[in-house]
């Protein structure tokens, strides 16, 4: 290709190099405001299990945050250790795990929020409620479209 891109490859492509910058920043920021020994992952999901507060297989679970099984199987491991979660085999399929958060991860959980809150705090007070209001049904649509299980696909970027 010659020349500069067309307005509107232009405009998605300094789309996407603000969301990579903002995804950047904002993982260094958390991960610098929550509570020493917990990682952003940590902390995604123990959030994520604290507002479902259902039982959730490792799989469903990696598949739930695009990442790989044995990276989902690590964080988990972690977590247990930490006694944060709680893994149990699955009484229906003896092959699975189900893993659900414990209060001592409900705690963990609340303790990174009052260590993250003053960011967000800031954040709101900066962006505005509004704006912020204004941008999530933008970015959610986002994600759906590239979200291969709710019907993003890779090649669709490509018409």
Same mark, same amino acid.
């Given at each position: 290709?010659?020349?500069?891109?067309?307005?509107?490859?232009?405009?998605?492509?300094?789309?996407?190099? #603000?969301?990579?910058?903002?995804?950047?920043?904002?993982?260094?920021?958390?991960? *610098? /405001?929550?509570?020493?020994?917990? #990682?952003?992952? !940590?902390?995604?999901?123990?959030?994520?299990? /604290?507002?479902?507060? #259902?039982?959730?297989?490792?799989?469903?679970?990696?598949?739930?945050?695009?990442?790989? *099984?044995?990276?989902?199987?690590?964080?988990?491991?972690?977590? #247990?250790?930490?006694? !944060?979660? !709680?893994?149990?085999?699955?009484?229906?399929?003896?092959?699975?795990?189900?893993?659900?958060?414990?209060?001592?991860?409900? $705690?963990?959980?609340?303790?990174?929020?009052?260590?993250?809150?003053?960011?967000?705090?800031?954040?709101?007070?900066?962006?505005?409620?509004?704006?912020?209001? $204004?941008?999530?049904?933008?970015?959610?649509?986002?994600?759906?479209?590239?979200?291969?299980?709710?019907?993003?696909?890779?090649?669709?970027?490509?018409?």
């Amino acid at each position: 290709m010659t020349g500069s891109p067309p307005p509107v490859t232009a405009l998605t492509i300094g789309l996407f190099s #603000e969301l990579v910058a903002v995804d950047q920043l904002m993982r260094a920021r958390l991960t *610098k /405001a929550l509570p020493r020994g917990m #990682e952003l992952s !940590h902390f995604m999901l123990l959030n994520y299990l /604290a507002v479902s507060r #259902e039982e959730r297989s490792p799989a469903q679970l990696a598949r739930k945050f695009h990442v790989t *099984k044995p990276a989902m199987t690590n964080t988990i491991g972690r977590l #247990e250790r930490a006694g !944060h979660v !709680h893994v149990r085999p699955d009484w229906e399929d003896g092959r699975r795990k189900q893993v659900v958060i414990s209060p001592a991860g409900i $705690a963990a959980r609340n303790h990174a929020l009052d260590s993250i809150a003053p960011l967000m705090e800031t954040a709101a007070a900066t962006l505005g409620v509004d704006q912020i209001r $204004a941008a999530l049904p933008i970015l959610r649509q986002l994600r759906a479209f590239l979200s291969p299980d709710a019907g993003g696909r890779p090649g669709d970027w490509d018409r």
